[in-house]
């Protein structure tokens, strides 16, 4: 894959250059910055502003260094006289209509238009007439703005939303001087990426609703941290002023997000300045002390027989890792889950040996997609595969019923799992396999049994990427946040690792395998769990099984819940604290691939909102053990003794440039066992409709309904259905339908039918419905393998 | 739910796109196969192309867009094209599209209240020989002073554009006998120019 390396001379300087690649991309390597507005590393080439041209030594006329491939012996001038009378000319003719608005403009101060004048410009004017003007702004979309007499016409927005994205919802409109951006009209820019078309405009043309006019650039700071609004880990800048989270960048690293971010991680951080934070502990409503907190929780823990936790997912490496060590250590418990029964057996997650990264992904022959849909749950994971597909000519294979953004570029589909197996695969080349859950619906044991059986048919050639959509999920369960694990997935049987752990930990811990989500539920409902944790976890309103949530906090005498927000959970919560979250802590997270990278506070938590970890530290030092994790880099420093797989996580390794990529983590001593054979698939019930049921980009989840820009894109509560089945059964699109869960059997339990809105969708495959969770309505029970009885109402 | 493209035009739109490498190099044929029928492409029509094409209808707005010829709103019966190339300009054709659009009482690129008419002013008919130049659905007429306008468009309003044009109209024929059916045909297989023939014999 590496390139020649080629001697060429810029400027009268020989340099060593790759082959094959553009001019203008060598010359920077080699510090020679050739100035450009339309070119842009992660975009196909146009060469349309012509500010990159250049002299080579024996090709006619001034060339395009952004269109030009370097070549052996290359002479080029960047320079001349000739050189710098076009850009002089360029930018004269681009302000000749671009405003002088500088002073207003969110560009302004961080514009490559006004840094390249300033540089490569001629200083002076000599167009004296009336500038053009347009209606401003248009509203392309509800978080993107377009001045459109800013624009210079460089068309990155438009190749950001086609050729990376996959929407062309903009395009340029007219021709000349009217050229402008447009979109169809009564079709905004509704894309799950349009973001990135404000990073990527090289003046202020276009502006994202929610950072226009709230900061100058010489009034922000900037922290590199790690988006955590899905476990894909993209690297991001967090920008603050006057303690304020504004605005998130992506940054481009090759190995994780190439620059982009997702419109729900770039905008996600409006939830920090949310005015209803939890700001101060309470006691059964009451607000109280940290210290009276801390006292109620200790005893609690103390007289308790039984002490369970759920969730994690939401915490820094560092505060999975204390949450995991004081319930092992302090309440003696392995009755811990980060995944709230949405995501995959954890002990198969820790199993993969043999994990794939993303850059894995680039080089595959073949990508098998047994996972929920990318572009809703991993969205920017869902653009490297589409370019794997649509650049590198990755095969690609979708699987188990989930319908996906990438369906149309699917080799094939396999409506069931078992319809897939390795013989229908390239023979030759390597192969990924993204696992996750599809559904709520679907049983995750089916799952990863028949990824196992599939790895083992396939052999060498295989790479599994288990995927969770949860947050730092991944990290949570390498700190031992499941029941059956320890910190290095590590199962809680291993005698070795208990032997790491026990000189570190001191006191004893227990070896069996603890309860599950569900299980800890269910003993709580039957009265059997006396203090429940709840760390950044809503049961109430996300597990699949809502009902037996509430009995169970019901029962539970001790409810301890830590979180961000109050949610229909915290009302049962016996002692509530406020979290400090993403944006206002520091530490470390791991991402799907296992890639750990750093999380950096740009903000100080509201009121007395605190780290997770300092919660549990201090509980634990009250009930006199030595507990340490005194902070997040003294735990990462604990981490690092007692996960061998994370002994490569110093502080030096995460930091600069070479730290962007983050430190791999090591496979653990597990391995999938396959399962052999595969159970039968059920068949479906006459008439009645298998139900996808998985979460959407936007929902009213705790953090996006605070979110007041994303908030407002949730689809609200409605049922997609294939049309073929609207048809027979009367739906017409945007009446009410009820649905019902079919059959008499365990899985009918819901105490009201659902009703919701229909959506006719061509892209839902017949024979089901695909319900989007989390829309504001009252949350039901999606037990594996659940059918509906669909019909109209009224 | 039956668009602009069913039945014969839904075949004949497929055959057009099956004729190029690239789909998407049928948005202009099928763009002139609407506003052919109907004077203009409504927007359902753009997206039953984008559909036909597997492009989005923003891509199918872009393209047309460049070309002023296609129109994206429903236009008068009859199209009035002022030219407003220099030599035009020159001769007063400014002065001579106000007036008509005081007279009848609208704005640039509006179509009057009885659907007759729709202005536009328009870049070189080339017709500086005969400035100012009216086109009324591109035909020619030609020498039209400031204050004939109005008079030209109302005796077609009263006698047709028919029988204004053989009276009035210049000589710049329309089409040449047989070239709409030329062009419906789409481009003629590649002959050498008869120039470079000449210049191969010399």
Redesign the interface.
Known sequence: MTAESVSITIDGREVQARAGELLIAEAERNGVYIPRFCWHPRLRSVAMCRMCLVEIEGMRGLQPACYVPVKEGMEVRTQTDAVRKVQEGVLEYLLINHPLDCPVCDRGGECPLQDHTLAFGPGESRFVEDKRHFEKPIEVSELVLLDRERCIQCARCTRVA?EVAG?????????GNNLHI??????PFASYFSGNTVQVCPVGALTAAPYRFRARPWDVTAVETTCLACSVGCRGALYETRNEAIRLLGVDVDCVNLGWLCDKGRFGYEFTAAEDRLECPRMDGEDITWGEAIEATAIAVESAASVAAIGGARLTNEGAYALSKFMRVVAGSNDVDCQLDDGLPARFVAAVQDRATFEDIDTAAAVVLAAPDLKEELPVLYLRVRRAVLDHGTALYVAGGAQTGLDRFAARIAGRLEDLDAADLPADGDIVVVVGRQSLTQDPEHLVAWASVLAERLGGRVKLLPVLRRANAHGAIDMGLAPDLRPGRVGTEDPTARDVLAATWRGEFPTEPGRGTREILEAAAAGEIDVLFLVGADPVADFPDPDLAREALDRTPNVIVSDLFETPTTAFADVLVPAAGWGEINGTVTNVEGRVQRLAAAVVPPGQAASDSNFFREVAERLGVDFGCGTPAATLAEIRRVVPAYAETQPSALRGTEGKKGVMVGPGPLAVEAAGVLPAPSETRDGALAVRAARTLYDMGTLVSRCPSLAQLAPGPVVRVNPADAQRLGLQDGTEAVLRPAGDGEAATWAEPLRRRVVVDAGTHEGTVFVPLNQGDVPVAWPPGLEVDVEGAG | MSGFFDGERLTAARAKVAEYPQPRSAILPLLHMVQGELGYVPRDAMREIADLIGITPAEVLGTGSFYTMFKFEKMGRHLVSVCGGISCMLMGSHDLYRRMLDHFGVGSLGTTDDGEFSFELVECAAACGGAPAVQVDYLFFENVGADDGVELLEDIRRLGLDTVYAERGSMTAPLSPGAEEALAAGPAPKTAHPRAEAEATD
């Open positions: 086609a929407d062309a919802l903009i395009d340029f409109g007219s021709r447009i979109t169809f009209p009564d079709e």
